[in-house]
């Protein structure tokens, strides 16, 4: 039996969240050029990455778990014209027929692998899908400890919005950490505050394993990626442990 989609009962909300973040779209539109196509949007979602550059021309697929997200990503390339070929799946159980110029896993979608094993089943599927001498960007926040105990049990908002018919939508997150495990179960809640008043409330927990440079840069190396680049933002600053962000681009020889 599958697992349920944790997304399906917030999916609209978290793509409406994410419409207008575009920070690191620059940066994989310039990974996009240096590496050429076809592109991999891995666990796409709502293929906010992929549309970007099917957009820019480039030929573009795109894989994820969830059927809710999946379904909002061909509704929005089709009201947008965009031919993307979109597929349900593992990406711990990657295949294709196509050779990838550059497989993209972008903000965070990587940590909802639960373990090593299931890390390194993922990075064995992406080289087995790249062209020789293309390319691996991984995205995932910087776990920085005072970031990590600073969010432990705290209950924060991190968006707010109004729908069309008048909806305030406030979607909060709680963190519980455990750092032995390096795990994050993360809740998800989402408020909708009609105009008449009433409140409608959807839950979704996300179990996350964040990971630390070197940490990755051994799960790449051990995968058999070469020259392996590590950065601390989406403008490509090299990566220091101050930043938000930890991103690694690695090349299949």
């Not at 992406?126 to 005072?146: C, R, S, W």
């Not at 809640?189 to 990971?211: E, F, Q, T």
């Amino acid at each position: 039996m599958s697992s349920p989609d944790p997304y399906a009962v917030i999916a609209e909300h978290y793509a409406a969240e994410h419409d207008d973040w575009d920070d690191d779209l620059p940066m994989y539109a310039h990974l996009a050029e240096r590496a050429g196509g076809p592109i991999l949007d891995l666990a796409c979602g709502t293929a906010r990455v992929g549309t970007a550059l099917a957009a820019a021309g480039f030929e573009v697929h795109g894989i994820d778990a969830s059927p809710a997200l999946l379904a909002i990503a061909r509704r929005r390339a089709a009201e947008r014209g965009l031919e993307i070929e979109l597929e349900q799946g593992d990406m711990r159980r990657l295949s294709s027929g196509v050779r990838f110029g550059a497989v993209f896993c972008a903000l965070d979608s990587f940590l909802h692998l639960g373990s090593t094993q299931d890390q390194l089943d993922t990075l064995d599927g992406v080289k087995g899908v790249l062209e020789p001498g293309g390319i691996l960007a991984v995205d995932v926040f910087n776990p920085a400890l005072d970031r990590l105990a600073a969010w432990d049990g705290v209950l924060r908002t991190q968006d707010g919005s109004t729908d069309a018919e008048g909806t305030a939508v406030t979607h909060f997150v709680s963190w519980e950490v455990d750092p032995g495990a390096q795990r994050i179960d993360a809740l998800h809640i989402y408020d909708a505050l009609s105009v008449d008043g009433r409140v409608r409330r959807m839950v979704a927990r996300m179990p996350l394993r964040y990971v630390h440079r070197f940490e990755l840069e051994l799960a790449l190396r051990c995968a058999g990626f070469e020259q392996i680049e590590t950065y601390g933002s989406w403008t490509l600053d090299p990566y220091d442990g101050t930043g938000d962000r930890l991103i690694a681009v690695a090349t299949k020889p």
